[in-house]
């Protein structure tokens, strides 16, 4: 079974990424959306740890929310892949079930 | 149809009301006759601390409803180790009966269920 | 694939129910089934009928309550999160001897019941909260 795991606040506000970094398997998918964006973008202190974990989990972001706050794909880590809601809704059946960390 | 559901809890008692109505759900749930687990993990082990004494707040003091819980037949209460060992917390500050899981335990616990509940 | 969908957050205080309207909107449009859309904690509050936001922003209720409509999508309102918040339908109104109601068109108030039905049918949950 692998997971798709949702994450919508900045890692900079909340803990949500940290701990679903902590709990999230080799195979699974992490989808960033809402504030949870911000946690993609090339540049921050959370770079480093995002770039790593990607080494065992698919990540993912919402387009609408980067546009949203002013970021474009050129902005998010590489290998980051931007979907809008029909690829969040494709994720949801591609991946057994959704986790949301609140 | 029975279906594994796993409710987790991460957050404090009282500075939000995210767990009181967890309960009502996981009862609930439980009404159903699902197949329910309980995870609390970072501040959701707040939840579960004893002697939270209300009354100077005036707000509902819902932890007795954990107790509750067995005679629902929900036995399935898991905690992280890890969050246990950040906060200093051990299974006696604990207002019921908890297994207690490594991060690679709650990992395979996540992957068992079919359902993630989240408050 | 069959989606239940559950909305924790009220409109407007948080992006929650806006991210759960525009998963709806697209899992219809790929052709899925909505089997229903939960609302509970303060995410009965998108249930209220009396909001008038201003002309140039969206209209979060009305919004839902159109897609409703289109869809014939069920929109529950969890009765004890609506009881502590003051969402009421007429026949709540009367029940608990208030004077008024004010639930939208398009929602319909019932049990926690409902969540836990859909989800044991359903192929998905998903959660969308703070």
């Not at chain 1, 994450?7 to 949870?36: T, W």
């Not at chain 2, 299974?91 to 009966?97: A, E, N, S, T």
């Not at chain 3, 995410?43 to 140039?56: H, K, M």
């Amino acid at each position: 079974m692998s997971i798709l795991h949702t994450v919508n606040k900045s890692p900079f506000e909340k803990n949500n990424l940290e701990s679903c970094l902590r709990y999230a398997k080799p195979g699974s998918a992490v989808l960033l959306i809402e504030d949870g964006i911000y946690a993609a973008l090339v540049g921050t202190t959370f770079e480093k740890e995002v770039a790593a974990a990607m080494e065992e989990l698919n990540f993912y972001c919402l387009g609408p929310d980067m546009k949203a706050r002013g970021f474009s794909a050129g902005d998010k880590i590489e290998g980051i892949k931007m979907v809008d809601y029909a690829g969040f809704v494709d994720l949801t059946v591609e991946y057994d079930k959704v986790q949301a960390w609140l | 149809m029975i279906k594994k559901c796993l409710y987790v809890n991460r957050r404090a008692p009282y500075g939000t009301s995210y767990a009181l109505e967890a309960i009502d759900a996981v009862l609930i749930g439980a009404a159903f006759d699902q197949d329910i687990s309980l995870l609390f993990i970072d501040d959701g082990l707040y939840q579960l601390k004893k002697d939270q004494d209300t009354t100077e707040v005036e707000i509902k003091n819902f932890s007795p409803a954990y107790r509750a819980f067995e005679m629902y037949d929900v036995e399935k209460i898991y905690v992280s180790e890890e969050a246990m060992a950040a906060r200093s917390l051990k299974k006696r500050d604990l207002v019921v009966d908890v297994e207690v899981l490594s991060d690679s335990k709650i990992k395979d616990l996540m992957d068992e269920h079919d359902v993630i509940f989240s408050f | 694939m069959k989606f239940v969908i559950q909305v924790n957050e009220g409109p407007y205080q948080h992006q929650t129910t806006d991210s759960a309207y525009q998963f709806t909107l697209a899992a219809l449009a790929k052709g899925h089934e909505v089997l229903r859309v939960f609302f509970y904690h303060d995410g009965v509050n998108n249930g209220t009928r009396l909001t008038s936001p201003p002309q140039d922003d969206r209209n979060i209720i009305s919004r839902w309550s159109a897609l409703a409509a289109e869809h014939n999508l069920d929109l529950v309102i969890c009765v004890a999160a609506a009881q502590r918040r003051g969402i009421l339908d007429e026949s709540e109104m009367k029940r608990l001897d208030k004077d008024a109601h004010n639930l939208a068109p398009g929602f319909r108030i019932s049990g926690l019941g409902q969540l836990i039905e859909g989800v044991v049918q359903a192929d998905r949950l998903v959660v969308f909260g703070d």
